[in-house]
Every structure is written in structure tokens, then in C-alpha cells.
């Protein structure tokens, strides 16, 4: 799954996306934002279209890139799934359901199956702690989350 | 049982549609703010200063006074940032007040900014919080038509526009150096203080940064009077609180209570008491900074000092309620596993002695634990809070030492006895199978990922300690209460 998208379909889109931040380097991470919601993610030939175009080092765009949790240089799944591991789902057994995606998918948290289908990560509260343990897939939010309803959960997306 | 609460913060979430500023200003909306206009920029500061509102975001800071400070410091340029990176874990009264009553955060922003003489303000928002955003964006709009936002406010030549910034998931950005470092487009890594963002903020220039909390109390403050907000409370901490409930209580959600209410009213009246019959362990607030408050504290009234002299803190109003199952030795585990993955790493105290806190309790939860790694645990808890550069080193060890205050002795059985009485390390666990009860259905054995368990038909089955791996399948599966846990 290496970076499937064009060089110069990179450059074009990254100057039209800075532009509308007038190419300002104050609003980098708005123009990660934006960036990774069209390719999906950022790789580095991306940050470094962008750090051409906002004329700032490419070090500086990977040093923002790596320490914003939000921002990924790994293709995500079709399907990512992200488990809440706040306080709230913690204490309410979040730590087994994420053992149980891990399992069933057989893939560790933060990776991604082979066949691209689902990727996995853990967030740190979506703020529905009412819900706790709470489980997103895509913009899908399941509450009450049981390990025993992992399974059916994979299902719907197979 | 909800009548020990009064809305202020939360007035009019859920009472109006977030989306029509004339259901707002049916409700008082942008009143204040037109009082505000007609009245001097002193006049507002003093408002404030004698409501003895105090910062609801965690730190506790008088607002007023830090509205003195930014409105003293000379500049043609100052901001107004409204922090809305809510990131303690189990808290998400600021979501909610922004989802449900964004212009009360827009009003109260564009009174801040007459009181200090800024014109610019933004909202530092999480990117999490898509229905936010949009309620935010939408708000802006229709204040900005209505004449309540932009040049020539209400026709008193005061201007006042307001810009979202997002975060980007960073724990961090919640602080407010970092989250201004984080707004100009950097990694959010805080700076010392002094200058204060008073003096030298966003882009050099003097800057308030107030939470969404305390925004959403300044139009009702403004509107009822100092003295009214002044007289809800305690003798320091004024007004009202929203705590997130959450955790093993029947009823969980958002509450706003007088300041000063007790740990019991808020758990047992308002929350309905424990779930499952389950005996109370302990109340978590302030998030990863915070503390455990014990059974001993169910009556202590809950302001800004109390917690502190309890070993926690108010932080933004998380309250997170743990059962007898919940082992404190590995929620302080819970807790520094977060604080090494959002430590900004810039400072050694908080980049390193963390990850050894951390490494500690792991090794006590897996039962490698030895004496002397209790003393070493405090230590190092005392070098990180007072040699790190912030907030969050200086208050990460909090939730080690609070546990290690109140429940020494669950400290000490798993490391003397290797006992979770709670029965959640599983490295201090046993299933075992109790002969005489066991009918020998094999259903354990199957379900056994590890074929660990052995037995024929009808007959006492037996675990294998060695290859047990304690996933807990087998105690699962067994129907006749056969297994028990050790």
C-alpha cells in the first residue's frame, strides 16, 4: 500500500489547498486538515509539496505531522476502527474489546488488514461517555460495546 | 433526583435550537453583551472580578483578574481565544456546550474582547467534534448578520470578529502557551511563563485565553448581577460546576451543581448510586491530572480547594466513579500510560520520569513488583512535579500519588502478596475449578484458547496454571459457577 497517488496530482491539489489559506504557514495544521481529507493521508511526498509550496523546511511539516495524534502518515482501512480508551470506557472494559478486534482482525492496534479493509486505532474520548465502552467505525458510533458483539460488529462490514 | 442542580453554563442546552440565533436571543441572548457595549470597559472587568468567577478549564484562575491583566497591557492588537480542546478523558461539558448553545461562547467572547480592548478572537477547537464545528460555523454566521459580530457592533463602533482554529488531537494543546504554539502552526509544545499570554500571546500580542465553560457563565453573569452569580457557591468558588458522570453509576451524563456540593449528592442523589449493587472504591476527578477521591471525601464539599487538599484537582469537571473491581494500581497505570503518549517530550522531567512511573507500575501490575518500588514511585512522582516546564508534567504524578495516599494498601499486596484483591491484574490471577461443582460438561475445555484445560467427559476437569494464559473464556462459559477466580 505504498502511495498510490500521482507527483503531479500532489503538487496541484496542495497549491489549491494552501492557497486558501494564502499560503500561510500559520495555518499549517488547518492546511493538514484539509490535505489529509483528500488523499486520505499524509505521506511525505505530500508534506513536502507542502512545505515547498508554504516555503517552509519539510522538517518542520513532518515535526507537526508526527505530533498531532489526528494526522497519519499510514493509509487508513476502508473501515477504521477507532476504540475509545478513555477513563470512562477503560473502567467499563474497553481493554477487552479492543483485545478482541485485535484478535479477531488479527491485527495490532494501529495497523491496518492486509486486504485494506479495516484499520484500527485507539482515541482518547469522543466525549459520549455515557455510552462507555464506546467504539467508532467510519462516522458510525456503537455504544455499550460488548467483546462478545465484536464479531457480529465485523460482520456488518464484511 | 436532579434537583440538587441550577443551570448556568448549560442554561439553555437543550431548551433551544442551537442552529436559530432567534431562539438564543429569545432567551436573553446578546442582552449582555448590549449592556456591556453601553457601559465602560472597567465596568465589565469589575462585573467580573466581583462575580469571583474562576477558570473552569482546571487551573482555577480568577477570570477577572486575568481580564485586568490582558486589558492593562498596552497594544493596539490583543485576541481573545476561546479553548475548546477539551482533552481529559471521560469530560465533555464543553462539546455539549457548544453543540447546544453556541452563542452564549460567541457573546461572551465579544464581551471579553470590549473588556480587554481586543477585536479578533478565535475558538481552538478539537477536529473531533465535527457537530461542533458546524454548530459553531453556522452560529458565527447568523451573528454576523444579525450585526453581533464584525465591524460597528450594535452601532457603537466597537468591532469584533471571531475565527475557528483546530486541533489535532494533542492533549497537550489544552494548555495555553501550547495551544497558542499550536494555533500559529507549530508543535504544540508549551514555553515558560512569564510572559504570560496577557503580555505576549498569539502572534506576539496580548492575549486571553478562557475555557467554553467559563465563556458560557459570563452572559448569565452579566445579565443577573455579580452579587447573584457571587451568592451560588462557596466562599471561594463561585458558582456553579458541570461534572461529566461517568464510570460504574446508574445515572451517567452531564450535571451542573453549586459549587460546594458533596461527592455523595452528586454520586448517590444525582447519579442513583453505584451499578450492580457494587461497593463504591473511589471518584477520579481532574482527568489524567488529577486524583481519587476515597470514601473518606464523600462529604467533603467539592470547590477548587477542597480537591486540591484532597490530593486532586477540579480540572474540567471529569468525574469518572470506580467500583471494589477497579484495581488503583492499574488506573494509575491508565493514567501514565496517557501521560507518556501526550507528554510533548521537550522537557526530560516529564519525557522520561513519566515512562519510569509508568514502567514501575507495570511492573507491579504483573506481579514483578518489590517493596522498595513504592518509595521509588514517590520520588520520582516529587522530581517530575516540581522540575517540569508544565501543567501537565507538573500534575501527571497526581494520579500515582493520590492512589498510592488512599490505597497504599492495594500498593502493598501486590507487591508483598502479588494479590489484586480486585482481581484485575491478570498476572496476580488464578482460575481455578472447584471439583466438587464441576459436572464435567467440557464446556470450558472447548472453549479454552490456550488448551490449558484438561479432563474427560463427566468428569472434574482441571486448568493447567502453566499454559493458562487468564483470558477469562473458560469462567465465561461455565454454567454451573464451577470456576471461581483467585
Same mark, same amino acid.
Given at each position: ?158 | ?36 457595549? =453601553? #457601559? ?17 478549564? #482546571? ?48 457573546? $461572551? ?40 459580530? #464584525?465591524?460597528? =457592533? ?89 461534572? $461529566? ?40 476527578? #481532574? ?96 522530581? =517530575?512535579?516540581? $522540575? ?99
Amino acid at each position: 500500500m505504498a502511495c498510490q497517488i500521482k507527483e503531479n496530482e500532489i503538487k496541484e491539489k496542495v497549491i489549491e489547498i494552501c492557497s486558501e489559506f494564502k499560503n500561510d504557514p500559520n495555518d499549517l495544521i488547518a492546511i493538514l486538515h484539509k490535505a489529509q481529507n483528500h488523499f486520505g493521508f499524509l505521506p511525505k511526498e505530500v508534506q513536502a509539496a507542502i512545505a515547498e509550496v508554504l516555503n517552509i523546511s519539510s522538517a518542520k511539516v513532518y515535526g507537526v505531522v508526527t505530533f498531532y495524534s489526528y494526522f497519519t502518515m499510514e493509509p487508513r482501512g476502508k473501515h477504521p476502527i477507532s476504540i475509545c480508551m478513555g477513563t470512562a470506557c477503560y473502567v467499563k472494559g474497553a481493554e477487552k474489546v479492543l483485545k478482541e478486534f485485535e484478535s479477531k482482525l488479527e491485527i495490532k492496534n494501529g495497523q491496518t488488514t492486509p486486504d485494506g479493509k479495516f484499520s484500527m486505532n485507539t482515541l482518547r474520548c469522543i466525549g459520549a461517555c455515557g455510552l462507555a465502552p464506546v467504539i467508532m467505525i467510519g462516522e458510525k458510533v456503537y455504544g455499550g460495546v460488548k467483546q462478545e458483539d465484536v464479531s457480529k460488529i465485523i460482520k456488518e462490514y464484511e | 433526583m436532579k434537583s440538587k442542580q441550577i443551570k448556568i453554563a448549560l442554561r439553555n442546552c437543550g431548551h433551544i435550537d442551537p442552529e436559530d440565533i432567534a431562539d438564543y436571543m429569545s432567551k436573553d441572548g446578546y442582552a449582555a453583551l448590549g449592556k456591556c457595549l =453601553i #457601559g465602560s470597559r472597567e465596568g465589565v472587568v469589575e462585573t467580573m472580578k466581583k462575580s469571583g468567577l474562576r477558570g473552569r478549564g #482546571g487551573g482555577g484562575f480568577p477570570t477577572g483578574k486575568k481580564w485586568e491583566l490582558a486589558a492593562a497591557v498596552p497594544g493596539e492588537k490583543k485576541y481573545v481565544i476561546c479553548n475548546a480542546d477539551e482533552g481529559d478523558p471521560g469530560a465533555f461539558m464543553d462539546r455539549s456546550v457548544l453543540e447546544g448553545d453556541p452563542h452564549s461562547v460567541l457573546e $461572551a467572547m465579544a464581551i471579553c474582547g470590549y473588556a480587554i480592548g481586543a477585536d479578533e478572537g478565535y475558538i481552538y477547537i478539537r477536529a473531533e467534534y465535527p457537530l461542533a464545528i458546524k454548530r459553531l460555523k453556522i452560529a458565527m454566521a447568523q451573528a454576523r448578520e444579525a450585526g453581533l459580530l #464584525g465591524k460597528n =457592533i450594535l452601532g457603537t463602533g466597537f468591532n469584533f470578529d471571531i475565527g475557528l482554529k483546530y486541533g489535532a488531537g494533542a492533549f497537550v494543546c489544552g494548555e495555553e502557551t501550547a495551544l497558542i504554539k499550536s494555533m500559529e502552526g507549530n508543535r504544540g509544545e508549551p514555553v515558560m511563563k512569564p510572559p504570560y499570554p496577557a503580555q505576549k500571546g498569539y502572534m506576539g500580542k496580548p492575549t486571553n485565553v478562557n475555557n467554553v465553560e467559563t465563556f458560557a457563565n459570563i452572559p448569565a453573569i452579566i445579565n443577573n448581577g455579580a452579587d447573584w452569580f457571587a451568592s451560588i457557591g462557596t466562599e471561594g468558588s463561585k458558582g456553579t460546576k458541570v461534572f $461529566a458522570l461517568a464510570g460504574k453509576v446508574k445515572n451517567v451524563g452531564l450535571v451542573e451543581v453549586p459549587m460546594g456540593t458533596t461527592l455523595r449528592e452528586l454520586i448517590y442523589e444525582i447519579g442513583g448510586g453505584i451499578l450492580n449493587g457494587k461497593k463504591f472504591k473511589a471518584a477520579q476527578t #481532574g482527568g489524567p491530572s488529577g486524583g481519587c477521591l476515597t470514601e473518606k471525601h464523600l462529604d467533603t464539599p467539592i470547590d477548587y480547594e477542597s480537591l486540591k487538599q484532597a490530593g486532586s484537582m477540579m480540572g474540567s469537571g471529569g468525574l469518572i466513579v470506580m467500583d471494589e473491581d477497579d484495581c488503583m494500581v492499574a488506573v494509575a497505570q491508565f493514567y501514565l500510560d496517557f501521560t507518556v503518549e501526550e507528554s510533548c517530550g521537550k522537557c526530560v522531567p516529564c519525557r522520561e520520569g513519566n515512562k519510569v512511573l509508568y514502567q514501575l507500575l507495570n511492573k507491579i501490575t504483573h506481579g514483578k513488583g518489590e517493596l522498595e518500588d513504592l518509595k521509588k514511585l514517590k520520588d520520582f512522582s516529587e522530581v =517530575i512535579k516540581s $522540575a517540569s516546564l508544565c501543567g501537565l508534567g507538573q500534575t501527571s504524578p497526581n494520579p500515582v500519588l493520590s492512589t498510592l495516599d488512599n490505597f497504599y494498601d492495594e500498593y502493598y499486596e501486590h507487591v508483598t502478596e502479588k494479590k489484586c484483591r480486585s482481581k484485575h491484574c491478570r498476572a496476580l490471577i488464578k482460575y481455578i475449578i472447584i471439583p466438587e461443582k464441576c459436572v464435567g460438561c467440557g464446556a470450558c475445555k472447548r472453549a479454552c484458547p490456550a488448551e490449558a484445560i484438561s479432563g474427560e467427559v463427566k468428569k472434574t476437569h482441571l486448568i493447567d496454571q502453566e499454559k493458562c494464559i487468564k483470558c477469562g473464556a473458560c469462567y465465561q462459559k461455565c454454567k454451573f459457577n464451577s470456576i471461581i477466580i483467585e
